[in-house]
């Protein structure tokens, strides 16, 4: 029983940090455009690469 008194904080703290970066990710922008992301791996551009 007193490994919880050292594991409650730490999952807390663990999913306190999750939920920063989510956060963090949704407030920079890393959802904005997902059609184009879906649509990236279909342009081929192997061409200009190779230059």
């Known amino acids: 029983m007193n490994v919880l008194i050292y594991l ?3 999952a807390l703290f663990l999913g ?3 939920l920063a970066a989510f ?5 920079t922008g ?3 455009d997902l059609d184009g992301a879906a649509n990236r791996i279909l342009i081929d551009d192997e061409d ?3 230059s």
């Open 8 to 10: 409650i904080p730490v």
């Open 16 to 18: 306190g940090l999750g």
């Open 23 to 27: 956060l963090w990710s949704l407030k």
């Open 30 to 32: 890393q959802y904005e």
């Open 48 to 50: 200009e690469d190779r």
